[in-house]
């Protein structure tokens, strides 16, 4: 896992500058507000959120239960509309993206890793991680490339086997595999953490900060624990819908 051979400058300049358009921010947020209508109560989710993130970086968002970062997850995602405000990622407006250029968004400039690793239960790890290649159009034989970062996430003899043999960690590493095979431009991750044990966490964490520093994968973590938080490069606080 240690292998300081992994990352080659050329992996860190693919996916690092991918879009980002010389110094411009990767992820750029102005003004991003979202209400939600509940029966006869607005709820006011995010109120007003600003945020910059340059391509390389790893930050978290750090905030209480309630806050808004899933919802703030989701919109950078291109899962949920917002209300007002705008998103600008890898150079490209959300607002102005049609269905299907959203779709290919989620399919190639952003991965998701979650707190529950909604790995497929009857699919080997390998298979779990081939489907998004099937769905990203690319060859179904890993890279030697990619071959390297299950090595760095210290699964690559798991590959045949099924999620129910394998530990929460292991799972979650899959999940993150997942998450970074089509290369995208951002990993986001909600909570990755949430399900696991200590020494998982520790695991998980210290990968993430593996893929940020050997790969230059841009990481945005959401996270209500600052340990979790200390590691990344930068951290956010949000409360009540407001970057504090
Ligand atoms: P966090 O992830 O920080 O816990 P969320 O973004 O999930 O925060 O929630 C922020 C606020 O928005 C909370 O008050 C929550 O109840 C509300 N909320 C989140 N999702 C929905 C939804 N789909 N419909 C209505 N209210 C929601
Ligand atoms: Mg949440």
Redesign the pocket.
């Known amino acids: 896992m240690s292998d300081p051979q992994i990352a080659g400058a050329q992996t860190v300049d693919t996916i690092a500058n991918r879009g980002s358009g010389g110094n411009a921010p990767i992820i750029r947020v102005r003004g991003l507000t ?1 209400v ?3 029966g006869e109560v607005d ?4 109120r007003g959120v600003d945020l910059d993130v340059m391509a390389g970086e790893f930050v978290a968002i750090v ?12 919109i950078l995602g291109g899962l ?1 509309p917002p209300t007002a405000g705008t998103v600008t990622i890898a150079g490209k407006d959300l607002a102005h993206m049609s269905n299907s250029q959203r779709t290919e968004l989620r399919k190639g400039t952003v991965g998701f890793v979650f707190q529950k690793y909604n790995l497929l239960p009857t699919l080997t790890a390998e298979d779990n991680i081939k489907i998004v290649e099937y769905i990203g159009g690319r060859s179904t034989e890993f890279t030697p490339e990619f071959v390297e970062v299950l090595k760095l996430l210290g699964i690559a003899d798991r590959m045949k086997h099924k999620p129910s043999k394998l530990s929460g960690g292991q799972q979650q590493r899959v999940a993150i595999a997942r998450a970074v095979v089509n290369h995208p431009a951002i990993l986001l991750a ?2 990755p953490t949430g399900n696991l044990d200590s020494q998982n966490s520790t695991a998980v964490l210290g990968l993430l900060k593996d893929l940020n520093r050997r790969l230059g994968q841009t990481i945005l973590m ?1 996270t ?1 624990d600052p340990e979790a938080a200390s590691y990344a490069g930068r951290s956010v606080h ?1 409360r009540d ?1 407001t970057i504090v």
């Open positions: 979202k939600y209508h509940v709820v006011h989710a995010l905030g209480a239960s309630g806050s808004g970062k899933s919802t703030l997850f989701h949920t909600d909570e959401i209500h949000i819908g």
